[in-house]
């Protein structure tokens, strides 16, 4: 059991909505109905007069103080109340604060918004027609609704490999919006108080400090002056990293009231309009000799952004990690094409489960893989083992500038195809297929890069993206650790105490985590992209190695020898030569501040920011089996492997736990979990009634295996996870519908793969999309 389960499994957690404060007021938004409107006037007389009802905030009210607008991490600005225009379904256009939630909710009903409605514009396509309605007007020398363009590798080597090429292989496929869906929406409990001028926030963030910095930045408060808490957080997958209005909205009310203002969002609320993840159009061909080997690949990315850019993502890049896509492969050369586009959309395109618009990168990779394999009439499996790095390709150079420090991919993708029993299993689906019964087999072999970043690269508002641990120990040998991570679920109150016993001796049951209050943890950048692990959990090792390098000092004074004649071994110093003369970590802790050498300064504690000096490369290999029946098109799975090489494990159980929940995801998302939007702009997918997340009623059984390659510059080896999963699993699921239909030719099938596709692809012999 994690140390943390012992709260959650009693119910004990404390979660943001848990906060109640003394005369807390509670907050609702009224959110747009219309996708694209031009706001005509608001009335909000009516809900003033609704006894119980504090404050209606209104854009206009929000413009007086300069804040109807914010900056969005991605350096765009987003709405925080409408003023001129209303962009997507959903969108917050007053605000209402009251004695409680229901008087709140009323209040919303009561006020009348008259808008005219705009044509809406609900896909790349339409977004970038002639003539097309620009939706962000409200940006000077914004004349259409390009939202970034951006472009990477060596166009003329890619243009001369094609030449080349024997076969030239072709792929076009979109990925489906979908969104995290944690199961705590966000919220927040913003407390000023007028006599101490001290803002406290509650809420549910992957990145405090973050929000702390950004609220300094925006609203002009002292930075000292704000203090921001996550306590428990119900799940983040991404959708906590943003700043969003809410939040913004329960500070200026709080501020103007002088009281505690709580915001709850509601499950729609938080599905219509926070960050979704993926929703975009991918466009790619490979150049292949006919000997299987790749020469070169291309690709052209179409994001639909929604209508701000608010990605939150910390690279110099406009489209995230993007171009890590064939980072496992020799491909030679590449070059890769992006354009963002703004739509009458929720914003977002955040990293769900996800370093950064990878799962998108990894799902086109693995499908254009077997797309490629299967154009050349060469085995998927033989395929990938003539092109992944071999393992004294490393350190290697991606042709879009990536470092790939390790691996031993084809040892991983062997475990894998021994586990499944690749090539029994292909005998059987042909003596399956000669009865008309379909089975099928699909790989995914990927590499993720996690770790955001090293300072070169990486930063967040010009914040780089270090992260840090601070490390105290008391007289009795117990301590108190925090780091600029935040756990939601993730297990880093059990996690980092083992590290902090690896490298001091001290029990792991004798180190509290603790993380997420701005007053009291050292700055750093937040969990999100499987960075906790590789660049907080990198410095809980470094300011451990410090306390044990003044615990040396402090056992060499105790022992009287010198420094140089002390050895250690885990949890105890000893003199060279004499190991029964000995001080403990323990005796060197009650000794810092009862007995410390002439001169030293007492105490033991210390904190390190660690600046990883590359990201970390986990490698995976999925192997998924299924059996599609062609009367109906339905599919069920028959068996999933998975290979994960994260480098070495802290905390197996954890691992598994990630690696399980990863899968899960990439399940749903190859078949379930996805949100569309009507020509209208009204967005399906709002409930859990038409948004399905997996249960494990509908979740198949995992096979789990592993591969350690130690992460060559981590200080215990150890590699991200926390994602790898769900970013490399889709690809397996839709791989293997595919090859269970291969006899038909069809390509490709968009996800979701709902049977009622599968069944058009199996009558039609066509795509689909
Ligand atoms: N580990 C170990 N070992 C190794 C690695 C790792 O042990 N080698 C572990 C750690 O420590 C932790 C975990 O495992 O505990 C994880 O980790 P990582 O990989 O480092 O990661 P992080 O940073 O911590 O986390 C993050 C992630 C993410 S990113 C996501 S989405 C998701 C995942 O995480 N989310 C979540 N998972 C999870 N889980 C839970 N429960 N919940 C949640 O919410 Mo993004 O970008 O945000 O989208």
């Known amino acids: ?199 406290t926030v509650y809420m549910t963030s992957q990145a405090p400090h973050i929000v702390r910095s950004a609220v300094a930045l925006i609203a002009e408060l002292p930075e000292h002056m704000i203090r921001i808490v996550s306590p428990d957080v119900g799940g983040g997958f991404g959708n906590k990293v943003p700043v969003y209005p809410g939040y913004v909205h329960s500070i200026l009310a709080s501020i103007l009231l002088g009281k505690p203002v709580k915001w709850t969002e509601d499950k729609t609320g938080n599905l219509i309009s926070t960050g979704f993840g993926r929703d975009m159009y991918l466009d790619g061909e490979m150049a292949l000799r006919s000997d299987g080997k790749i020469l070169a690949v291309r690709m052209h990315a179409d994001t639909d952004q929604g209508a701000f850019f608010a990605d939150a993502q910390p690279s110099k890049f406009k489209i995230g990690l993007m171009h890590s896509t064939f980072a496992c492969y020799n491909i030679g050369t590449g ?84 586990a499944i029993g690749y090539e029994e299993f292909r005998r059987e689906q042909a003596a399956a297929r000669a009865k008309g019964r379909l089975l099928g087999i699909g790989i995914s072999t990927m590499t993720e890069p996690l770790g955001a970043g090293n300072s070169r690269e990486y930063d967040i508002l010009g914040i780089k993206m270090f ?69 907080a959990g990198a410095a809980v090792s470094m300011v451990s190695r410090k306390i044990r390098a003044k615990a040396r000092k402090i056992a060499a004074h105790l022992l009287e020898v010198s420094e140089e004649d002390i050895e250690w071994e885990l949890g105890r110093f000893f003199v060279r030569g004499a190991p029964e003369r000995g001080a403990t970590i323990q005796e060197c802790a009650m000794a810092a501040y009862s007995n410390m050498p002439d001169g030293m300064e007492p105490g033991l504690e210390g904190n390190a920011y660690y600046d990883p000096p590359n990201l970390t490369w986990p490698f995976a290999c999925y192997i998924v089996t299924v059996e599609v029946d062609p009367e109906t098109g339905v599919w069920d799975v028959l068996r999933v492997v998975a290979v994960d090489d994260c480098g070495v494990r802290i905390n197996p159980m954890i691992v598994e736990g990630q690696i399980m929940g990863g899968l899960t995801e990439a399940y749903a998302m190859s078949n379930m979990q996805f949100q569309t939007y009507d020509a209208e702009g009204n967005i399906v997918g709002s409930n859990y009634m038409d948004y399905l997340i997996p249960t494990a009623w509908e979740t198949p059984g995992f096979e789990l295996h592993e591969v350690v390659t130690p992460c060559p510059h981590h200080p215990i080896g150890a590699k991200g996870v926390g994602e790898c999963a769900a970013v490399g699993g889709p690809a397996a699921f839709v791989n293997a519908v595919l090859d269970a239909i291969a006899h038909t030719g069809v390509r490709n099938i968009d996800m979701p793969v709902l049977p009622d596709r599968v069944w058009t692809a199996l009558q039609t012999h066509q795509d689909v999309s």
């Open 335 to 418: 070059y890769i094409t992006a354009q963002g586009h703004y739509t009458n959309k929720a914003p977002g395109g955040v990293a769900y489960r996800c370093s950064f618009r990878v799962t998108e990168a990894m799902f086109f990779q693995e499908r254009m893989v077997q797309a490629a394999a299967d154009d050349l009439g060469i085995d998927q499996a033989e395929f990938r083992r003539v092109n992944l790095l071999p393992d004294d390709a490393f350190p290697a150079r991606t042709p879009f500038g990536f470092l790939v420090d390790s691996g031993q991919y084809d040892k991983c993708l062997q475990i894998g195809l021994d």
């Open 1 to 199: 059991m994690r140390v943390e389960d012992s709260r959650f499994i009693r119910g004990r957690g404390n979660y943001t909505d848990d906060v109640k404060l003394p005369g807390m007021l509670y907050m609702e938004i009224l959110r747009s109905p219309l996708a694209h409107a031009r706001i005509i006037s608001i009335d909000t007389s009516r809900a003033w007069a609704i006894p119980g009802v504090r404050l209606v905030l209104t854009g206009e009210m929000m413009a007086q103080r300069n804040l109807a607008w914010m900056p969005t991490l991605s350096y765009d600005t987003q709405a925080v109340l409408a003023t001129d225009k209303v962009r997507f379904q959903g969108q917050e256009v007053c605000v209402v604060v009251a004695d409680d939630p229901y008087i709140a909710k009323d209040g919303c009903e009561a006020i009348d918004v008259e808008y005219e409605p705009l044509p809406p514009i609900v896909n790349p396509e339409q977004s970038a027609a002639p003539g097309a309605p620009v939706i962000r007007d409200d940006k000077q020398g914004q004349v259409d609704n390009t939202c970034y363009r951006w472009e990477v590798g060596d166009r003329e080597a890619t243009e001369r490999a094609f030449a080349e090429a024997d076969v030239v292989s072709k792929l076009k496929l979109h990925y489906p919006r979908s969104h995290p869906s944690p199961i705590e929406c966000c919220g927040s409990v913003a407390d000023f108080d007028p006599a101490t001028k001290k803002l």
């Open 467 to 535: 992260d840090s641990a601070e490390l105290r120990v008391h007289l009795t040998g117990k301590a108190i650790l925090r780091t600029g991570a935040k756990t939601q679920g993730q297990g880093h109150e059990t996690t980092w105490a083992q590290i902090v016993s690896h490298e001091l001796g001290i029990p792991a049951a004798d180190v509290v985590v603790e993380e997420g209050d701005t007053d009291t943890a050292p700055y750093g950048m937040g969990t999100y992209a499987s960075r906790s692990t590789p660049v």
